[in-house]
Antibody, heavy 121, light 108 residues
Framework: EVQLVESGGGLVKPGGSLRVSCAAS????????MSWVRQAPGKGLEWVGR??????????DYAAPVKGRFTISRDDSKNTLYLQMNSLKTEDTAVYYC????????????WGQGTLVTVSS | SSELTQDPAVSVALGQTVRITCQGD??????ANWYQQKPGQAPVLVIY???NRPSGIPDRFSGSSSGNTASLTITGAQAEDEADYYC???????????FGTGTKVTVL
């Protein structure tokens, strides 16, 4: 059974930093493309960024609102995905979901339960 | 444009058919995928690619596409289908992804 378990969310002040993690199991993590998707309270889904598998180059892409502030990385030895968030803004307040990502169709097939990040003074 | 536009809300009588649409330029190049999200839960993929259902998704869910518009059809809507539905595709660059604005489906 595929499981994605996010952790590390919490309250942080504007301008601060936070790292959230996603522990993966039930599939070959090293072969998977992975993404972070967020959802602000009462709002829709927003793609944050994606990291390819190392065999496909391991490269990252980011949505414009977070580019230069957020960094996605992976540790295939630990089956764990990370999202490092710097220079946080109040508008980054959201539930952050870890997802597997189809390399071809661009769909997100498995989702974690999400972790809430609140940016507030 | 990298936006995907959906109607904010639709309603359907129990057992009837409802179609949810998603419009955007990227859909001329890429398939739309569809997600169901119930309150307090993570989204669930219900349709991907041309018209594919992941394991466990009922066959009352189907997808289609024409030009810059993709559609999700629920044939014989059930009470448990009441949820928010989102489309997504790659954006025009192919390296980013975009979600639709979401449609709230109410089953009457």
């Amino acid at each position: 059974e595929v499981q994605l378990v996010e952790s590390g969310g919490g309250l942080v002040k504007p301008g601060g930093s936070l790292r959230v993690s996603c522990a993966a199991s039930g599939f070959t993590f090293s072969n998977a493309w992975m993404s972070w998707v967020r959802q602000a309270p009462g709002k829709g889904l927003e793609w944050v960024g994606r990291i390819k598998s190392k065999t496909d180059g391991g490269t990252t892409d980011y949505a414009a609102p977070v580019k230069g502030r957020f960094t996605i990385s992976r540790d295939d030895s630990k089956n764990t995905l990370y999202l490092q968030m710097n220079s946080l803004k109040t508008e980054d307040t959201a539930v952050y979901y870890c997802t597997t990502t189809s390399s071809w169709y661009g769909y997100f097939d498995y989702w974690g339960q999400g972790t809430l990040v609140t940016v507030s003074s | 444009s990298s936006e995907l536009t959906q109607d904010p809300a639709v309603s359907v009588a129990l057992g009837q058919t409802v179609r949810i649409t998603c419009q955007g330029d990227s859909l001329r190049s890429y398939y739309a995928n569809w997600y169901q999200q119930k309150p307090g839960q993570a989204p669930v993929l219900v349709i991907y690619g041309k018209n594919n259902r992941p394991s466990g998704i009922p066959d009352r869910f189907s997808g289609s596409s024409s030009g810059n518009t993709a559609s999700l059809t629920i044939t014989g809507a059930q009470a448990e289908d009441e949820a928010d539905y989102y489309c997504n595709s790659r954006d025009s660059s192919g390296n980013h992804y975009v979600f639709g604005t979401g449609t709230k489906v109410t089953v009457l």
